[in-house]
């Protein structure tokens, strides 16, 4: 299975723009990339996935690199309800591709 | 929020004792999954359903057996709990099973073998 690599933890200040990134080299082109995010004693929220353009939805956006080899998740404006583990996963888009592989994520430290 | 009950949300057993987890969905899903959480090892998944009595084994199924009698219902058993099956549970459901069904999550069952 094609792997992530995200940074551990980021820090971002309220009501600033954070710009979380993913690194997934060795990414199919049949790999869609996939965000979830988990808050605390919660589980796991889908945030937003994306082939090869960059998407917007209500919680985010996800800018993805010409070669997909890379990405990055945006969060416009961060507030406190945005601290959480962010995860980047890639998932296929044939077959029965059932399982989501999580890794260990990026804390996301907001200060006020 | 998916409509998603997992019960008993918190569970204290003993070592060698059967435990039963409940996720219930209200979505009609198709797909329902159950993963556990563990610090320094993520979200692991145990067990998936792709149906009415259609289950296989995730990465880590061993002392874990699971059913699916009906839609709404996805039952995990630890058959003799250990101590190393202490955890966070979490079931999720999907509509599909492609990268377009994104998978929703429970809040979690904290189980701890004592």
């Known amino acids: 299975d094609a792997k992530t690599t995200q940074p551990n933890s980021m820090e971002s200040n309220e009501e600033e723009p954070v710009h979380l990134p993913c690194n997934h080299s060795?990414?199919?082109?049949?790999?869609?990339i996939h965000w979830y995010r988990q808050l605390p004693s919660q589980g796991p929220e889908y945030v937003i996935h994306?082939?090869?353009s960059n998407v917007n939805n209500r919680m985010a956006s996800l800018a993805i690199a010409e070669d997909r080899k890379s990405s990055t998740l945006i969060l416009h404006r961060a507030t406190l309800r945005d601290a959480a583990v962010y995860y980047c996963?890639?998932?296929?888009?044939?077959?029965?591709?059932?399982?989501?592989?999580f890794g260990k994520g990026t804390l996301l430290t907001v200060n006020p | 929020d998916a409509g998603i009950t997992q019960s008993p949300r918190h569970k204290v057993t003993e070592t060698g004792t059967p435990v039963t987890l409940r996720c219930h969905q209200t979505?009609?899903?198709?797909?329902m999954y159950w993963y556990r959480q563990d610090p320094g090892h993520g979200l692991r998944l145990i067990h998936y359903?792709?149906?009415?009595?259609?289950?296989d084994k995730g990465e880590v199924s061993d002392g874990y057996s699971v059913s699916r009698s009906k839609t709404e219902d996805f039952l995990l058993t630890l058959e003799s709990a250990t101590s190393s099956q202490t955890s966070v549970y979490f079931c999720?459901?999907?509509?599909?099973?492609?990268?377009?069904?994104?998978?929703?999550f429970g809040n979690g069952t904290r189980l701890t073998v004592t």
């Open positions: 999720a459901i999907s509509e599909g099973s492609n990268y377009n069904s994104p998978l929703h």
């Open positions: 060795t990414i199919s082109g049949t790999d869609y």
């Open positions: 994306g082939l090869t």
């Open positions: 996963i890639l998932r296929g888009s044939g077959g029965s591709n059932y399982k989501l592989t």
């Open positions: 979505e009609n899903h198709r797909y």
């Open positions: 359903s792709y149906g009415v009595k259609d289950t």
